[in-house]
T-cell receptor
Framework: NAGVTQTPKFQVLKTGQSMTLQCAQD?????MYWYRQDPGMGLRLIYY???????DKGEVPNGYNVSRLNKREFSLRLESAAPSQTSVYFC?????????????FGPGTRLTVL | DAKTTQPTSMDCAEGRAANLPCNHS???????VYWYRQIHSQGPQYIIH???NNETNEMASLIITEDRKSSTLILPHATLRDTAVYYC??????????????FGKGTKLSVIP
């Protein structure tokens, strides 16, 4: 099993450009999450999907949109990138929302917005 | 969710036990204590969790005080590969809303050869 995979690994954008970060898991998990981690800081939740077909805002959702494409895939979209969105983005999954404390994380996408 | 307090950094000699403390004095009855670690810039890795009783798995042991206001993560024989930032998190499933793992700044553990 690959676990949680994320693409791309690195990305550089110019202010105003858009992009979609992809995340997939092969553990048959119901719940998926997107976090961002700024330098020297802990992770902050952007959006989550408790189950296929549902999405909800986390702590820092402004400037982002998400799509739960199917049970395996959960994408994060930046419509108009800003320098403040320079960060490392982690996707995670958990078996169920009630087991949401036990999350499995992907390797991250390092995004720089110039 | 309750807040946690951890030391900023700790050193441990290779082969010795690493004991990482965490204070969570405002923890409520249904909140679990979770430990994760982040090696370099990789994604966080789940280590262990517990509610009241002490727990042990292949990676570590978790000791929770009787009043549940603090806990200690024990890595029994630290290796250089255990050098990482360790996060202590308290959280619970409320039945509605965000099940958020709040990652603070954690403890930077350096295992010294």
């Amino acid at each position: 099993n690959a676990g949680v995979t994320q693409t791309p690994k690195f990305q550089v954008l110019k202010t105003g450009q858009s992009m979609t970060l992809q995340c997939a898991q092969d553990m048959n998990h119901n719940s998926m999450y997107w976090y961002r981690q700024d330098p020297g800081m802990g992770l902050r939740l952007i959006y989550y999907s408790a189950s296929e077909g549902t999405t909800d805002k986390g702590e820092v959702p402004n400037g982002y949109n998400v799509s739960r494409l199917n049970k395996r895939e959960f994408s994060l979209r930046l419509e108009s990138a800003a320098p403040s969105q320079t960060s490392v983005y982690f996707c995670a999954s958990s078996a169920n929302y009630a087991d949401g404390g036990l999350q499995f994380f992907g390797p991250g996408t390092r995004l720089t917005v110039l | 969710d309750a807040k946690t307090t951890q030391p900023t950094s700790m050193d441990c000699a290779e082969g010795r036990a690493a004991n990482l403390p965490c204070n969570h004095s405002t923890i409520s009855g249904n909140e679990y204590v979770y430990w994760y670690r982040q090696i370099h810039s990789q994604g966080p890795q789940y280590i262990i969790h517990g509610l009241k009783n002490n727990e042990t798995n292949e990676m570590a042991s978790l000791i929770i005080t009787e009043d549940r206001k603090s806990s200690t993560l024990i890595l029994p024989h630290a290796t250089l590969r255990d050098t990482a930032v360790y996060y202590c998190i308290v959280s619970s499933y409320s039945g509605a809303g965000s099940y958020q793992l709040t990652f603070g700044k954690g403890t930077k553990l350096s295992v010294i050869p």
